[in-house]
């Protein structure tokens, strides 16, 4: 992405937690967790915005000029939720996702940036992490957009959105190996279109830029979730909708 700076950023323990803040952030950061952990601050926020995932999410003002940002707990999902939700070897994810963040942004792909992440040891070994990441205001993700445009034109809109990430994703050489529609965030764009937005990539994967299996490994992990959503909670998605991403995608 031409002309894009990407943040500078500071390493400093709090306590017990450790954190790595985006320099311009790095004293809001500061003086949360000199109360209280990160997660716990923006749950308790009267103007929070409550958000779903794994466990519920929280768009906040943070203290300063620092602004809003969107803070999770990293949780688990899966079969090793049974056995650890929220603890993690090193590195944590919110590590893995500030580099994979970084490298995204300047190949071009559009994801949020990490404004902190912070681990919180329980021993040697394992660690509690909560992460921040700039807000995208006014957007909304994938499951909602398919299913309030059903005329042609603006669905194609849509998915033309969707086509541009995936290309950006294969430019970069990356596959993300949960990328389903809660994962995908729709804003309105500069222009007559929609941009569209990568998030949690805490997973992603790094592989030759424009690789041929990156694009389909991408495009089939993401049909995978329509079909899902189609089946189970009756979405509106169609053998055309499929074919018009797949060819596109893999052009």
């Not at 929280?58 to 079969?79: E, I, K, S």
């Not at 919110?94 to 300047?106: H, K, N, P, T």
Request: a positive charge; one cysteine or more; aromatic letters at 6%.
């Amino acid at each position: 992405m031409i002309g894009l700076r990407l943040p500078s950023y500071e390493r400093f323990e709090v306590g017990r937690a450790r954190v790595i803040a985006a320099a311009t952030c790095a004293a809001s950061i500061r003086s949360v967790l000199e109360r209280e952990p990160l997660y716990e601050f923006a749950s308790r926020q009267q103007d929070a915005v409550t958000l779903m995932g794994r466990a519920p999410v929280f768009a906040v003002n943070l203290p300063g000029n620092c602004g809003r940002v969107v803070v999770r707990h990293n949780m688990r999902g899966g079969w090793m939720a049974r056995i650890s939700r929220d603890l993690f070897v090193l590195p944590t994810r919110g590590f893995r996702e500030l580099i994979a963040s970084l490298r995204l942004r300047a190949s071009g792909v559009s994801t949020p940036e990490v404004i902190a992440y912070v681990s919180y040891p329980l021993n040697f070994i394992l660690r509690r992490s909560d992460v921040a990441t700039r807000e995208i205001p006014n957007g909304h993700d994938l499951s909602v957009a398919l299913a309030e445009v059903t005329d042609h034109d603006h669905r194609r809109m849509v998915l033309d959105a969707v086509v541009k990430l995936l290309n950006a994703l294969t430019h970069a050489g990356a596959y993300h190996q949960d990328l389903n529609l809660k994962n995908i965030l729709l804003t309105a764009g500069s222009g007559p279109g929609l941009d569209a937005h990568v998030l949690d990539v805490d997973r992603v994967q790094f592989s030759s830029p424009g690789s041929p299996l990156v694009a389909r490994a991408n495009v089939d992990r993401l049909i995978r979730s329509l079909r899902k959503w189609r089946d189970l909670r009756a979405l509106p998605y169609s053998a055309a909708d499929e074919e018009y991403l797949r060819s596109r995608s893999m052009e």
